[in-house]
């Protein structure tokens, strides 16, 4: 492995600033790599907890697959008080990384590595140009670099800027008795409607017949207030019969769809994950995309070369998250119908493909194909360019 010390006067070959997915993903498999570089990694949380759960559609086999805690073969959409679509893949399931499994992996990885070491409760202030290096202040001091990889989350102020915010809060539950949940399906997009706090849905996946997480989603054009997910969350395990439960755990985000461009960042440093557009704009996904980067950085890391940051999309794709995000946040009405009929109508694993980043010529006709022409029509005369208000007054 040629990747020999390179910090000169500096104290570490490479600071990672925050250690959750992006920045784990790096560390971890330097660590398991057996990397020869120093390495710290700078993290405000004191300990790790189950606080997310990624999941994405991927074959039966890839190279996560030992992380992966559970499988669905099938998932449903569909509109409130409308029939449910349900649909299968023979190539592709819906698939469930519990974060803490995540988080252990890679922490067990970084705990054997006597040269890249994780520092917690730690918050980074400044970063500042240091000869041919970095000096980074910290909660806990300063320490000097020869590169730095920032994975922070992009501040208020950027993620207000997105053309929609994805917005979500979500309980693991455990039942009193049989909820009658069907283990093998999720539901991806169910009672989908629009009212004032914008498009709603419920998200839930069912880890047997009494457990499962049950999310409500909203996207809207604005920051929501917290009591309005609480209320959605309260209202769907009440109608759902879920409200007689154990909670096991919880979690909630809100994530930007479509930023207009990158946070600017300090010229020399890499940034990466969601700060350095890791996330898929017209879905939200976010994890395979950062283990696709992080195993393309440690490649480069590997052959002597410098950090690398997020790839960018393809022309096509980000072309059609563009249009479909313009012709949402422009008439957020539509949503319920467009995602039903994207779903109901185009083939299953076009759309699995299309959400997943590999999306064909085909598959993009497809999806084309299955969504109503005169809202795309009237988003292609929107300017890409046309600057987005969080209050939705564009
Ligand atoms: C609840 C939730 C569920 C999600 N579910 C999915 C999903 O199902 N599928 C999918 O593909 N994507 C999902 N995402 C989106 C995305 O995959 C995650 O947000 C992912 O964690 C992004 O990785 P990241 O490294 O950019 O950010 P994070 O994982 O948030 O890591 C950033 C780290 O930086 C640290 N930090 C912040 N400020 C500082 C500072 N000043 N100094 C030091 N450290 C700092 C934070 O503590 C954090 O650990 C989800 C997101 C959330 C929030």
């Given at each position: 492995m040629n990747n020999t010390k390179r910090s000169g006067s500096a104290e570490h070959d490479l600071v990672i600033i925050g250690g959750g997915c992006a920045g784990l993903s790096l560390a971890g498999r330097l660590a398991s790599q057996g990397s020869r570089l120093s390495v710290a990694v700078l993290e405000t949380r004191s300990d790790y907890r189950d606080d997310r759960s990624w999941c994405f559609f991927a074959p039966p086999r890839h190279r996560h697959e030992?992380?992966?805690?559970?499988?669905?073969?099938?998932?449903?959409?569909?509109?409130?008080?409308?029939?449910?679509?349900?649909?299968?893949?023979?190539?592709?399931?819906?698939?469930?990384?519990?974060?803490?499994?995540?988080?252990?992996?890679?922490?067990?990885?970084?705990?054997?590595?006597?040269?890249?070491?994780?520092?917690?409760?730690?918050?980074?202030?400044?970063?500042?140009?240091?000869?041919?290096?970095?000096?980074?202040?910290?909660?806990?001091?300063?320490?000097?670099?020869?590169?730095?990889?920032?994975?922070?989350?992009?501040?208020?102020?950027?993620?207000?800027?997105?053309?929609?915010?994805?917005?979500?809060?979500?309980?693991?539950?455990?039942?009193?008795?049989?909820?009658?949940?069907?283990?093998?399906?999720?539901?991806?997009?169910?009672?989908?409607?629009?009212?004032?706090?914008?498009?709603?849905?419920?998200?839930?996946?069912?880890?047997?017949?009494?457990?499962?997480?049950?999310?409500?989603?909203?996207?809207?054009?604005?920051?929501?207030?917290?009591?309005?997910?609480?209320?959605?969350?309260?209202?769907?395990?009440?109608?759902?019969?879920?409200?007689?439960?154990?909670?096991?755990?919880?979690?909630?985000?809100?994530?930007?769809?479509?930023l207009p461009d990158a946070e600017a960042s300090q010229p020399g440093i890499v940034r990466a994950g969601m700060a350095g557009g890791a996330l898929r704009p017209s879905s939200g996904y976010a994890f395979l995309r950062i283990q696709a980067w992080a195993a393309r950085c440690l490649q480069r890391l590997q052959s002597g070369g410098p950090l690398l940051g997020q790839a960018r999309d393809p022309r096509l794709q980000s072309l059609m998250d563009g249009l479909f995000l313009r012709v949402l946040a422009d008439d957020l009405s539509l949503a319920p119908a467009l995602f039903s009929q994207l779903f109901e109508r185009a083939h299953p694993d076009s759309v699995v493909r299309f959400l997943s980043d590999q999306a064909g010529p085909g598959d993009y006709l497809n999806v084309i194909r299955s969504l109503p022409r005169r809202p795309f029509l009237r988003g292609l005369c929107l300017s890409p360019n046309r600057s987005w208000s969080v209050a939705g007054s564009s």
């Open positions: 030992q992380l992966v805690s559970h499988r669905w073969s099938r998932w449903l959409v569909g509109r409130e008080n409308r029939a449910l679509i349900e649909r299968q893949s023979r190539r592709f399931s819906y698939q469930y990384v519990r974060s803490v499994d995540f988080y252990q992996t890679h922490l067990a990885a970084i705990e054997r590595h006597p040269l890249i070491d994780l520092h917690r409760s730690t918050s980074v202030n400044a970063i500042e140009r240091q000869g041919k290096g970095w000096r980074i202040e910290t909660s806990r001091g300063s320490l000097t670099a020869a590169e730095v990889l920032d994975t922070r989350p992009p501040g208020r102020a950027h993620l207000e800027s997105a053309m929609l915010l994805q917005t979500f809060k979500g309980v693991e539950i455990e039942l009193d008795q049989d909820g009658h949940l069907e283990p093998d399906c999720v539901e991806l997009m169910t009672q989908l409607r629009h009212d004032r706090d914008g498009l709603y849905f419920t998200y839930l996946l069912p880890f047997g017949t009494r457990r499962a997480l049950v999310e409500v989603t909203r996207f809207s054009n604005r920051p929501l207030d917290q009591d309005v997910l609480d209320h959605d969350l309260h209202t769907v395990l009440a109608q759902r019969g879920l409200d007689r439960h154990r909670q096991i755990r919880r979690e909630a985000g809100c994530l930007p769809m479509g």
